[in-house]
C-alpha cells in the first residue's frame, strides 16, 4: 500500500464549484490541505432554483480558477499529487461533464490518475474522513437531491435499506421556504424562522409511519404546509410573521420526527448485523439542521450506537469528501482513463429497486 497519498478533488455536480487537497497518511488520520466552495447562490438567486445550463456555464469558468486556489491553499503544485478524484454523477449532467472535462484535462496534463466517484459516495464515506468510522456503518443521506439509509460495507460496497419515495427533504425545505416566500437554499431559512415558532399549533402528517420499513416520503408533507397557507391567506388575507414561524417550525418537527422514528428502524436492521463497533452517520445538507441532529443523536445513544455528525461544511457539497471517496476508491484499486463517463443518475446500492424519489425531479438521482 502506498504510505502516502495526495489527491485533488472536484465537484460540480449541482451549483457548487469546490476543489480541495486531502491527504492520507495510512495508518494516521487524513488531513484536509484546502477546502475551496465557489458557491452559485447569486447567479441562480432570481429563478427560485438552480438553472442547470447556468449552473453548468459557470463551473466550466470556475472549475480550474478552485483548482489552482486548492493547491496553492495547501501549499502545492500538480508534481505533489498523487491523482485527481471528480465527481463523475449522479448529478445534473452538464455540471457533472465539466468536472469530468476539467480533471482528464489536469490528469493527461500532468500525468496523474484519475478516478471518477459517486456523489453519494462522496457524502456516505465522509465520516472515516472526518472520524475515521470502520466499515460497516449506517449512514443516513439527507439532502436536496437524495434520501436513504446506507450500510456502508466498504468504499465500493453499499447495501440500501430505505429511500424516499417521492421527494427529499432538502426539496422540501426549499419548496416549503419558496411557498412561505423564504430565501433559497431554503433549509438554513426554514430553520431560522423555525426557531421561534411553535411546531404545535398546526396539525401536520408524518408520513408513511405507518407502514413498516424505513422508505419515507416527504411530497405530502409539503402539500399539508401549501394548504395550511392557503387556509390562512384565504381567512386573513395573507400571513404574519408568526404564521409563517410556526408553520416552519411544524414542518421541521415532522420531518424531524419521521427521519428519527425511520432511524430508530433502520438501526434496528443495522444492529441486527451484529457490526463490530456500530456506528450512525447522518450526512448531506439537510443534516446541518440542529434540531435533526439532536433528535438522531439521542434515537442513536437509546440504541447504543455510536452517532457521528460531519462539520456543516462537510455535510454540504464540498470537494474533501470527493477527493477521500478517490483515495478511498484508489487504495482498493479503482483507475479510470479517459474514457470516463458522467452519469446524471447513478444508484449507490446497484442491487436495489429504483426508488421513485431517487432522481423523479432530475437534479440528483
Ligand atoms: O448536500 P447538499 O449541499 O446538496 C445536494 O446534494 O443536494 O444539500 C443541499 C440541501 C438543500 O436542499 C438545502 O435546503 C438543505 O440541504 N439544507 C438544509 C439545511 N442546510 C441546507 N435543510 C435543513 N436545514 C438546514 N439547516
Ligand atoms: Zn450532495
Not at 466552495?37 to 438552480?50: C, D, K, T
Not at 407502514?211 to 384565504?234: E, H, I, M, N, Y
Request: hydrophobic share 50%.
Amino acid at each position: 500500500m502506498r504510505d502516502s497519498l495526495t489527491f485533488l478533488g472536484l465537484e460540480s455536480s449541482c451549483d457548487d464549484t469546490a476543489a480541495a487537497v486531502v491527504r492520507h497518511r495510512a495508518g494516521a488520520a487524513p488531513e484536509i490541505l484546502s477546502n475551496v466552495v465557489m458557491g452559485q447562490a447569486e447567479l441562480h438567486a432570481a429563478f427560485g432554483g438552480v438553472v442547470p445550463e447556468i449552473a453548468a456555464r459557470a463551473h466550466a469558468e470556475k472549475l480550474d480558477l478552485a483548482a489552482e486556489r486548492a493547491l496553492d491553499a495547501a501549499g502545492l503544485t500538480l508534481a505533489a499529487l498523487d491523482g485527481v478524484a471528480v465527481t463523475a454523477g449522479p448529478g445534473l449532467i452538464g455540471g457533472v461533464l465539466a468536472g469530468v472535462m476539467c480533471a482528464k484535462g489536469i490528469t493527461a496534463g500532468a500525468g496523474l490518475p484519475l478516478v471518477g466517484v459517486n456523489h453519494l459516495a462522496g457524502h456516505a464515506l465522509t465520516p472515516r474522513l472526518t472520524d475515521g468510522l470502520e466499515f460497516p456503518y449506517l449512514a443516513l443521506l439527507v439532502s436536496g437531491g437524495h434520501c436513504q439509509f446506507v450500510l456502508v460495507r466498504g468504499a465500493e460496497d453499499y447495501l440500501r435499506i430505505g429511500a424516499t419515495i417521492d421527494d427529499a427533504p432538502g426539496e422540501a425545505f426549499d419548496k416549503v421556504a419558496r411557498l412561505l416566500g423564504l430565501a433559497q437554499p431554503g433549509g438554513p431559512a426554514v430553520e431560522a424562522a423555525a426557531r421561534d415558532g411553535d411546531a404545535g399549533r398546526f396539525t401536520l402528517p408524518r408520513p408513511l409511519l405507518d407502514r413498516p420499513g424505513c422508505d419515507l416520503s416527504f411530497s405530502g408533507l409539503k402539500t399539508a404546509v401549501l394548504r395550511a397557507r392557503d387556509g390562512l391567506v384565504a381567512a386573513q388575507g395573507g400571513l404574519t410573521a408568526r404564521d409563517c414561524a410556526d408553520l416552519c417550525a411544524g414542518f421541521q418537527a415532522a420531518v424531524r420526527d419521521v427521519l428519527a422514528e425511520k432511524s430508530r428502524r433502520a438501526l434496528a436492521d443495522y444492529m441486527a448485523r451484529a457490526p463490530a463497533a456500530p456506528a450512525f452517520a447522518v450526512a448531506g445538507g439537510v443534516a446541518a439542521n440542529r434540531d435533526l441532529r439532536t433528535a438522531l443523536a439521542a434515537v442513536a445513544t437509546a440504541a447504543g450506537v455510536r452517532f457521528v455528525a460531519p462539520p456543516l461544511g462537510l455535510c454540504t457539497d464540498n470537494a474533501a469528501m470527493i477527493a477521500w471517496a478517490g483515495i478511498e476508491r484508489f487504495r482498493a484499486g479503482a483507475r479510470d482513463g479517459l474514457d470516463l463517463a458522467a452519469r446524471p443518475r447513478w444508484p449507490l446500492d446497484a442491487g436495489a429497486p429504483s426508488a421513485l424519489g431517487g432522481g423523479r425531479k432530475g437534479a440528483k438521482a
